[in-house]
């Protein structure tokens, strides 16, 4: 293979001799002398061989010197001394530019080594875009606007993609399509990592579609993207004219050896009791999402002080990157709601709006907002309301003669600072009109919004009282239930308030888990998984159903792993748990109701839990002066649906008394300190510990052992030599297995671990025995019973001991007297039982009916001697001379 400094054509080659090149197949080609004359002034160029590092020298014609010219620090941004930034200053020979791509990097610390984040060499077309690489891993991520605006929404009009290339490791997708196509899980949940914090720094009022396309393009097995997925679109929107209000960045933490290690690599993960992933700005945090080992709560804000120090560095340097060499942000195109719309609310719909908050149950509720907004879109946005202008005094003075007068008007005319002169009559009138104001549909609706998030504020924070009429810190009314589908093997219906979750736990064997195939996983299989349904009926409403949301595969996954902490190992529990959670009322929390119907669904099935977990989602009014308040931060625990939607946090805490096993929060304003994070754990503690005492009261309770429509399960060792055996050619043997024993399933890893999987005990017994004959060793003096004859030869038959071990039972040690046809005592297909005698040299096996009829008689009589003469191989009555001396050597020319 030749490496060289240009790309070469195969003309561009001249021959030369003396000289030989490797090609990359080994191939050694001699290459001849050029005689050709050059036409014009040529420049060396040196090719090397990669292998034996033979250097040739050519000419490459019609190629003009150019020099490269040294990088040029970039001093705007050299500030600091904690990043380094250089820009290409693209030399040019005789006026014409050597480069058109004129990147600049810029180097940031980050825990123990660096990341580097740099433009202006890939996707210059994009409103900003940038590569990060941390080792030898490399993203690249663009974020781009559409030119023109759409209509209005409450929602931010923001997209986010994520694609992990299997190209960037090396290799391919194990699937049968081998393009990367549709979002895999894990690609699915970067994607929510990297959007949720974005959201909120995107200019309110800004309607241009927006999308963030993030691509693994090298990865080294070492530096994990994820967290480097959130930095480098936070860099791309920051170096971009799209208006955001900060730079945004994210770091992933673990705790090793009681140290927290901030972006730790694969290895360092692998002993992590934690892994934690922070996003937020220079002062403050807006995402956390993570998982643990009952870690205790001073140990969870430990890890985010450290997560938000390497974080603030980050966007610092990334805003000076930006002022720099970044785009500036365009201001022109953000577009707000007249204010005067919100007084318009408040004189309209006030009162009843703050009653209609107050009614405890969600769908009467939301009926009564519903009606208060169809009387607002009807006279704001139909009728229009009727407001007088402010006096407008006119410019230019008219004759009172040329004013034109309307009959029907009923304008009242004005004569402001002016005076009548008899002599020369001219006036300076003013009209006072009525003004009918009409408003945009949408902007009634966002209006309307933050008129009732700041109602819903007031109302907590003056009167102390929630929607439904709790306190802040008080957790909904519980029920729980389990055994409420009888054929399954555990089920649970957890209901907290309007908020209800059907459980159903499904065991199974090796074949029931599911297969992974991810850039940065290197399992196979999971042993368990959640998997969570959120149907429109759930909040009463008609909508899509069909493949599973983001919103589903992130709920999800967060339940999924607050329950993974719990599981038995799998030498104590070898079955493989599949977990349905679908959830039936929605007013809030329901992935921690998922959590807790889990649980309870798991125990009902029999699953030897560790312990039992619970959530529960608190919630946050930030700012409570505006409200009236003595403007401390408020906390609110198991927080509604409207809470969620109107609050500034929804931050979800799992786990049990002794710790905390899952957490995800998403911040709505500008981010949230760490005195305020305290207060939420702490209050969410209290909260989980009473929903763990009210599922205690689950009636009826857990049927705690497995349902006997469960599979059984078994589990063998056999040595890992002795793997391919059992799996035979083509997975020949053990398809059979399967196929004769009736069993489910037979899995056998590498290590030789071998489960077997089926509905009756006598079906996995059969496979097991069949599975100890495949790989056991034979052992002289071992009695095997129920061998089935195999073969028939006139000197004895062949019986099969264990599934492709026989061996030769003698057609004298076939009875205890004299035998002269084998077919006088046992035909093809008959089952014997047989003793080994013997393993020669060549490993053939000699057996012997004989031998246990020996045993037998000497039992009957009482006569022990006979039995020792058998063990020692030798017995009374066998004839070697006569009866079968000669097929000795029949055996041994046979075999």
């Not at 433009?119 to 974020?143: C, F, K, M, P, S």
């Not at 549709?182 to 959007?195: F, G, K, Q, Y």
């Not at 264990?802 to 007297?817: C, D, F, M, Q, Y």
């Amino acid at each position: 293979m030749l490496v060289c400094r240009e790309a070469l054509r195969a003309s561009a080659l001249p021959a030369c001799t003396g000289n030989s090149l490797h090609t990359s197949l080994g191939v050694v080609r001699q290459l001849n002398r050029c005689t050709r004359t050059p036409h014009s002034v040529s420049r060396q160029l040196k090719i090397q061989c990669r292998d034996e590092g033979l250097k040739v020298d050519q000419r490459a014609e019609d190629k003009p010197k150019r020099t490269r010219k040294k990088a040029v620090p970039k001093e705007a941004i050299k500030s600091s001394p904690a990043s380094t930034a250089t820009e290409d200053g693209g030399g040019a020979v005789n006026g014409v530019n050597r480069s058109i791509l004129k990147p600049s990097s810029i180097t940031i610390p980050v825990g123990n080594r660096h990341i580097t984040i740099e433009t202006g060499l890939i996707g210059r077309l994009a409103n900003g875009a940038v590569t990060v690489t941390d080792g030898e891993t490399i993203l690249y991520t663009t974020a781009c606007t559409a030119s023109e605006s759409i209509e209005p929404s409450d929602f931010v009009p923001l997209t986010v993609n994520y694609q992990e290339r299997f190209s960037a490791a090396g290799r391919t997708s194990g699937g049968f399509i081998k393009r990367e196509g549709r979002t895999r899980d894990h690609e699915v949940l970067v994607c929510r990592l990297i959007d949720r914090p974005i959201r909120p720094m995107l200019a309110k009022g800004f309607n241009h579609e927006t999308q963030i396309l993030c691509w693994v393009l090298s990865y080294d097995g070492l530096h994990t993207p994820e967290p480097l997925a959130i930095t480098s679109a936070g860099a791309a929107l920051a170096l971009s004219d799209i208006p955001v209000a900060k730079a945004v960045a994210g770091v992933r933490v673990g705790l090793v050896d009681g140290q927290f290690i901030v972006n730790p690599t694969i290895q360092e993960m692998a002993l992590s009791k934690l892994d934690m992933v922070v996003a937020g700005t220079d002062t403050a945090v807006l995402m956390i999402e993570g998982y643990c080992e009952f870690l205790e709560e001073e140990l969870l804000l430990k890890a985010v002080e450290v997560g938000q120090a390497a974080i603030a560095t980050i966007c610092t340097e990334i805003q000076k990157f930006a002022a720099a060499v970044g785009k500036g942000p365009k201001s022109e195109d953000i577009y707000t709601p007249p204010k005067i719309l919100e007084k318009y609310i408040m004189d309209i719909v006030g009162d009843d709006l703050e009653s209609a908050l107050q009614i405890k149950t969600k769908r009467h509720r939301a009926q009564a907002i519903g009606v208060l907004e169809e009387k607002l879109m009807r006279v704001l946005t139909e009728e229009g309301v009727v407001r007088e202008e402010t006096p407008v005094v006119k410019e230019d003075l008219q004759a009172i003669e040329d004013i034109v007068w309307d009959e029907e008007q009923e304008d009242e005319l004005i004569i402001e600072d002016g005076e009548v002169d008899e002599g020369d009559i001219h006036v300076k009138p003013v009209f006072k009109m009525p003004v009918t104001e009409l408003f945009q549909p949408i902007d009634v609706k966002l209006v309307l919004k933050e008129v009732s998030s700041k109602l819903l504020r007031k109302l907590v924070i003056q009167k102390g009282v929630r929607s439904d009429g709790r306190s802040v810190t008080e957790v909904r009314p519980i029920e729980a239930s389990c055994g409420l589908l009888p054929r399954t093997h555990g089920s649970a219906l957890f209901t907290r308030g309007e908020t209800q979750a059907l459980a159903v736990a499904t065991l199974g064997g090796g074949d029931m888990a599911q297969r992974i195939d991810n850039l940065t996983n290197t399992e196979d299989k999971r042993r368990f998984y959640l998997q969570y349904t959120f149907p429109p009926s759930s909040v009463g409403e008609v909508g899509r159903a069909g493949a599973p949301s983001r919103r589903e595969i992130g709920h999800g996954m967060l339940a999924e792993r607050a329950l993974e902490q719990i599981l038995p190992s799998m030498d104590d529990f070898p079955y493989t748990i599949r977990l349905e959670s679908t959830i039936t009322e929605s007013n809030g929390s329901s992935s921690m109701a998922s959590v807790c119907g889990g649980c309870l669904a798991m125990l009902d099935a029999g699953v030897p839990l560790k312990s039992s977990v619970a959530g529960v989602a608190m919630g946050l009014i930030l700012d409570t002066k505006k409200a009236g308040g003595d403007g401390e931060p408020l906390i609110l625990t198991d927080i509604l649906g409207s809470e969620d939607a109107l609050g500034d946090m929804d931050f979800k805490i799992a786990g049990n008394e002794d710790g905390v096993t899952a957490f995800q929060m998403d911040i709505k304003v500008e981010g949230i300190t760490i005195p305020v994070m305290r207060k939420a754990l702490q209050q969410a503690r209290t909260g989980r510990i009473h929903i763990l005492g009210e599922m205690k009261k689950c009636n009826p309770p857990p049927a705690g052992s497995l349902s006997k429509y469960a599979p059984f399960i078994d589990i063998i060792k056999v040595k890992a030599e002795k793997v391919n055996l059992v799996i035979g050619s083509g997975g020949k043997t053990i398809k059979g297995l399967i196929e004769e024993t009736g069993v489910d399933s037979i899995d056998i890893k590498d290590d030789g671990l071998v489960t077997i999987c089926g509905t009756t005990p006598e079906g996995v017994q059969r496979a097991k025995e069949r599975i100890a004959g495949l790989t056991m060793v034979p052992i002289v003096g071992t009695v095997y019973r129920n061998c089935k004859v195999k073969g028939i030869l006139a000197f004895g038959c062949f019986v099969e001991i264990a599934p492709g071990k026989e061996g030769l039972v003698h057609i004298s040690e076939l009875a205890l007297t004299r035998v002269n046809k084998v077919e006088d005592v046992v035909n093809l297909g008959d089952f014997l039982d047989v003793k080994l005698t013997e393993i020669n040299s060549k490993g053939q096996l000699r057996l012997s009916r004989k031998a246990i009829l020996l045993e037998e008689q000497a039992l009957l009589n009482g006569d022990q001697s006979e039995s020792s003469k058998v063990e020692n191989g030798t017995s009374e009555g066998s004839d070697e001379s006569g009866g079968g001396g000669d097929r000795e050597q029949e055996l041994a020319n046979a075999s």
